[in-house]
């Protein structure tokens, strides 16, 4: 069979059985919506920290209300609760209190995205928008992406979108761009709109930087693509600063790579950091393609 309907057949088997499986969970929470409503049972169990009333035979309105008072209650719980499992990633470079609690943003050029649906990162490179089963996705396709005022390229496989699978219309790995000859280029995260969108309270990221390069099909990359090795020496192909500090290392984590400088892999606190790039010429029209930019 081809492919394309391999895919199609196995995707549409699994959403059938999403589909079902919510069905059920709201059947379930009908249900209980309604025992809160008619019975005399209290509305959660009661406890020292939750000391929220049963609204018996009171409406919906006031059940909700006291459903996302005990929703608030939990986030802040989890919040200032340290994970509780063992960790080895990186030794003590990035902890799981970084990780899972802390402010982050995620920069994406993947779709599906929350960034792409909402056409969240066309507004932060100025694209102009196109659409594909709900999701933005324009930008420039491999080879004729031009950098313009010396900013990070978003751009595209053109082959990817011509799998005649209506399907994977809004499933593509689409990429950030660096190539060799532009000189320097860059990318400054958060932009305003993510800070808007994404900030969860008044906490600034630590400073770590992670990229994220495109996953290659099979493992196997084109030829003119470059990697992150050797980031930092006279062997590397890629130079890449943050706020104008050069990047020293970088250290793999979970098949993305953390940036480190001089002083370790925490950035000096700023409101925004500017990631810089640049591909060393040599003649072969090398580039370097990063699928997310994550901030913690």
């Given at each position: 069979l081809p492919f394309c309907l391999v895919f199609r057949k196995d995707h549409l088997l699994t959403g059938r059985l999403l589909g079902s499986f919510v069905l059920r969970k709201l059947e379930d929470a009908l249900i209980m919506l309604e025992q809160l409503k008619f019975s005399q049972m209290?509305?959660?169990p009661t406890s020292s920290s939750r000391t929220t009333s049963s609204p018996n035979g009171q409406s919906y309105k006031t059940i909700l209300k006291a459903l996302l008072h005990l929703e608030a209650e939990d986030h802040q719980a989890f919040?200032?609760?340290?994970?509780?499992?063992?960790?080895?990633?990186?030794?003590?470079?990035?902890?799981p209190n970084t990780l899972f609690r802390k402010q982050a943003y995620c920069r994406t050029a993947l779709q599906p995205a929350h960034m792409r649906s909402e056409e969240i990162l066309s507004q932060i490179h100025g694209e102009a928008v196109k659409f594909s089963g709900g999701y933005d996705f324009d930008g420039n396709a491999v080879g004729s992406g031009i950098s313009q005022n010396g900013e990070v390229v978003l751009a595209y496989e053109p082959s990817e979108y011509r799998t005649g699978c209506d399907g994977l219309q809004a499933d593509h790995k689409d990429f950030f761009m660096v190539k060799e000859g532009e000189g320097w280029v860059s990318e400054v995260i958060p932009s305003k709109i993510e800070r808007q969108v994404y900030t969860a309270g008044k906490e600034r990221p630590e400073g770590i930087i992670i990229l994220c390069l495109r996953v290659c099909h099979m493992d196997r990359c084109a030829d003119d693509s470059v990697g992150l090795t050797g980031v930092g020496t006279d062997r590397g192909d890629v130079k890449i600063a943050v706020n104008d500090v050069l990047v020293t290392n970088t250290i793999l984590f979970d098949g993305c790579h953390i940036l480190e400088g001089e002083h370790?892999?925490?950035?000096?606190?700023?409101?925004?950091?500017?990631?810089?790039?640049?591909?060393?010429?040599?003649?072969?029209?090398?580039?370097?393609?990063?699928?997310?930019?994550?901030?913690?």
């Amino acid at each position: 069979l081809p492919f394309c309907l391999v895919f199609r057949k196995d995707h549409l088997l699994t959403g059938r059985l999403l589909g079902s499986f919510v069905l059920r969970k709201l059947e379930d929470a009908l249900i209980m919506l309604e025992q809160l409503k008619f019975s005399q049972m209290p509305l959660i169990p009661t406890s020292s920290s939750r000391t929220t009333s049963s609204p018996n035979g009171q409406s919906y309105k006031t059940i909700l209300k006291a459903l996302l008072h005990l929703e608030a209650e939990d986030h802040q719980a989890f919040m200032t609760t340290d994970p509780r499992f063992s960790w080895e990633k990186t030794g003590s470079k990035i902890t799981p209190n970084t990780l899972f609690r802390k402010q982050a943003y995620c920069r994406t050029a993947l779709q599906p995205a929350h960034m792409r649906s909402e056409e969240i990162l066309s507004q932060i490179h100025g694209e102009a928008v196109k659409f594909s089963g709900g999701y933005d996705f324009d930008g420039n396709a491999v080879g004729s992406g031009i950098s313009q005022n010396g900013e990070v390229v978003l751009a595209y496989e053109p082959s990817e979108y011509r799998t005649g699978c209506d399907g994977l219309q809004a499933d593509h790995k689409d990429f950030f761009m660096v190539k060799e000859g532009e000189g320097w280029v860059s990318e400054v995260i958060p932009s305003k709109i993510e800070r808007q969108v994404y900030t969860a309270g008044k906490e600034r990221p630590e400073g770590i930087i992670i990229l994220c390069l495109r996953v290659c099909h099979m493992d196997r990359c084109a030829d003119d693509s470059v990697g992150l090795t050797g980031v930092g020496t006279d062997r590397g192909d890629v130079k890449i600063a943050v706020n104008d500090v050069l990047v020293t290392n970088t250290i793999l984590f979970d098949g993305c790579h953390i940036l480190e400088g001089e002083h370790g892999i925490k950035w000096a606190p700023a409101k925004q950091y500017v990631l810089n790039f640049r591909l060393e010429e040599k003649g072969l029209n090398y580039n370097m393609k990063i699928s997310s930019i994550i901030l913690l």
